[in-house]
């Protein structure tokens, strides 16, 4: 599977926004995107006329590494959203938060969702009692996600009532810190994703 493997600050830089690919570390004086805040590159600082395609093509990049997923991933995201009702837009958001990854990133279980990616892929939780390694499994309502107890003397695990306590908790979903499980209590809406995006430019750049 193709993997990023060069310098993640860079892509905060270029999509002109932070991107949390680093976890709390953005929130510090280390993060490269408040030191520099302009595109990486010789020619990062100049100022350019954008058009109405490259701010839809931004903004669909910006989504991808903001998620983590590959080009075709992506578009079959896209073509499921559109296929199903209600709002294209917000169906798409819908189904990128619904991930397993994105799930055990907001539940506050992982510092990042790169993080939380390889989590799953290392086996480290359960999903309604089975052992899962596949980061892009969509949860459903009533979903079970926990972290096993043989397996919840892992070091970095040891931070998540802090980041639990950071961070806070979606409405659509429920946790207990102590015992390392999380429950899909509802289906993801619009006004539960705060990050900054505007998906009406990736339904226009996919529509043409």
Known sequence: MAKYNEAKCRLCRREGSKLMLKGDRCH???????????????HGRTRKKVSDYALQLREKQKVRRIYGVL???FRNYF?????????????????LERRLDSVIYRLGFAGSRQQARQFVRHGL????GHKVTIPSLLVRVGDIVEVPEKKRKVAVLAEVPQLIARRGIPGWLEVDGTAFRG?????????????????????ELYSK
């Not at 510090?28 to 010789?42: H, I, L, V």
């Not at 939780?125 to 309604?128: D, G, P, V």
């Not at 509802?186 to 505007?198: C, G, M, S, V």
């Open 183 to 203: 429950v899909v209590k509802a289906l993801p809406q619009r006004e539960d994703i705060q990050t900054p995006i505007n998906e009406d430019l990736i339904v």
């Open 28 to 42: 510090t004086d280390k993060c490269a995107f408040d030191r520099r805040p302009y595109a990486p590159g010789q």
């Open 79 to 95: 073509i499921k959203a559109d296929m199903a009702k209600g709002i294209t837009g917000h169906n798409l958001l819908a189904n």
């Open 125 to 128: 939780f359960t999903l309604n």
């Open 71 to 73: 080009e075709t991933q």
